[in-house]
């Protein structure tokens, strides 16, 4: 079963691996590793050839004669409903047969309740086609993706999309979502917007001589109808947060499908390249859309400026 890393050099310090040692291996290309030595380099070593399809192997003339085996994850205990487990969850149910996946110190507590190896599947794709479409941070995703996939209730709240909300759905080019929430952010800003331009010349003349501007109050129910707005922003950031892990799995398994479909007739590095181009993040369109908001803002101040007569 494990046989294959007796003796084994780790890839990042070179000393062969033993039965004393605390070994985790590579989701994606199935590398052994120290734990320390994957922790002090940050990833695999060989994540720079992932992209390309690579596989590990036992390196030629190593010695397998000190029986060496990464630790197993404990079994998940699952409830008894009086029907037999779906075939996917019995690597979880055992206590051979499943991989400790590579974590970082962050997720490590949390990633020993789950045995994820490469070819374990989850929504019909495997643990390891995820990861390669998933790229960065697949290791917070993989045992959130895993709960998911079993039906399992537990607290599932993504702060960065709590945080961040169109923002995050477009980096993980979710862009549907992304475009819906966008859309709702826009109106949550137009009553600001509109409060803006009726209390600009009163914010100016505080902004030019240092004082505290003052909404009048005759524009209380503008200033209502922008908090209300505001309160039902923050509740639906709330909201896309709790189903953001969701969305993104339902998003990754369909595209999974869609790739490997089209690709169904092309080598296997050309499909571990489709789903690299495929998924990953998309640093790009963020910095993109920021960009945008922030000069059509902008020219809005300027509008003002122009309108009231102010000068710069």
Same mark, same amino acid.
């Given at each position: =079963?494990?046989?294959?890393?007796?003796?084994?050099?780790?890839?990042?310090?070179?000393?062969?691996?033993?039965?004393?040692?605390?070994?985790?291996?590579?989701?994606?290309?199935?590398?052994?590793?120290?734990?320390?030595?994957?922790?002090?380099?940050?990833?695999?070593?060989?994540?720079?050839?992932?992209?390309?399809?690579?596989?590990?192997?036992?390196?030629?003339?190593?010695?397998?004669? %000190?029986?060496?085996?990464?630790?197993?994850?404990?079994?998940?205990? =699952?409830?008894?409903?009086? %029907?037999?487990?779906?075939?996917?969850?019995?690597?979880?149910?055992?206590?051979?047969?499943?991989?400790?996946?590579?974590?970082?110190?962050?997720?490590?507590?949390?990633?020993?309740?789950?045995?994820?190896?490469?070819?374990?599947?989850?929504?019909?794709?495997?643990?390891?086609?995820?990861?390669?479409?998933?790229?960065?941070?697949? =290791?917070?995703?993989?045992?959130?993706?895993?709960?998911?996939? =079993?039906?399992?209730?537990?607290?599932? @709240?993504?702060?960065?999309?709590? @945080?961040?909300?169109?923002?995050?759905?477009?980096?993980?080019?979710?862009?549907?979502?992304?475009?819906?929430?966008?859309?709702?952010?826009?109106?949550?800003?137009?009553?600001?917007?509109?409060?803006?331009?009726?209390?600009?010349?009163?914010?100016?003349?505080?902004?030019?001589?240092?004082?505290?501007?003052? @909404?009048?109050?005759?524009?209380?129910?503008?200033?209502?109808?922008?908090?209300?707005?505001?309160?039902?922003?923050?509740?639906?950031?709330?909201?896309?947060?709790?189903?953001?892990?969701?969305?993104?799995?339902?998003?990754?398994?369909?595209?999974?499908?869609?790739?490997?479909?089209?690709?169904?007739?092309?080598?296997?590095?050309?499909?571990?390249?489709?789903?690299?181009?495929?998924?990953?993040?998309?640093?790009?369109?963020?910095?993109?859309?920021?960009?945008?908001?922030?000069?059509?803002?902008?020219?809005?101040?300027?509008?003002?400026?122009?309108?009231?007569?102010? %000068? @710069?």
């Amino acid at each position: =079963m494990m046989d294959q890393y007796r003796g084994a050099p780790c890839p990042v310090c070179g000393k062969p691996l033993t039965s004393d040692d605390d070994i985790v291996v590579c989701p994606d290309c199935g590398a052994p590793h120290h734990r320390e030595c994957y922790l002090a380099h940050g990833s695999c070593a060989f994540a720079e050839q992932h992209a390309s399809g690579m596989v590990w192997q036992r390196p030629a003339g190593s010695d397998a004669s %000190t029986d060496v085996r990464p630790q197993v994850a404990p079994p998940v205990q =699952m409830p008894d409903t009086g %029907t037999a487990p779906p075939d996917y969850r019995k690597n979880f149910e055992r206590p051979s047969g499943g991989y400790q996946p590579v974590v970082d110190a962050e997720h490590r507590e949390q990633a020993k309740e789950f045995g994820i190896a490469p070819d374990d599947e989850l929504g019909g794709v495997t643990v390891k086609e995820i990861s390669q479409f998933v790229g960065e941070n697949s =290791m917070y995703y993989l045992p959130r993706f895993k709960l998911i996939d =079993m039906q399992q209730p537990f607290l599932n @709240i993504n702060l960065s999309a709590v @945080i961040f909300n169109f923002l995050y759905f477009f980096h993980r080019k979710m862009y549907k979502v992304g475009a819906i929430l966008l859309v709702f952010f826009l109106l949550n800003m137009l009553p600001r917007l509109l409060l803006l331009y009726y209390i600009f010349p009163d914010w100016m003349q505080s902004f030019l001589y240092g004082s505290v501007p003052v @909404i009048n109050s005759g524009y209380d129910n503008l200033l209502m109808l922008s908090q209300i707005f505001h309160y039902v922003y923050m509740a639906l950031c709330l909201v896309a947060g709790v189903f953001a892990n969701k969305f993104y799995f339902r998003f990754v398994v369909d595209r999974v499908h869609e790739i490997k479909k089209r690709c169904q007739d092309l080598p296997e590095s050309d499909y571990v390249k489709a789903l690299a181009a495929g998924g990953r993040t998309n640093r790009i369109a963020v910095i993109a859309l920021i960009a945008v908001l922030f000069l059509v803002f902008s020219f809005y101040v300027l509008f003002l400026i122009n309108r009231y007569g102010y %000068t @710069i």
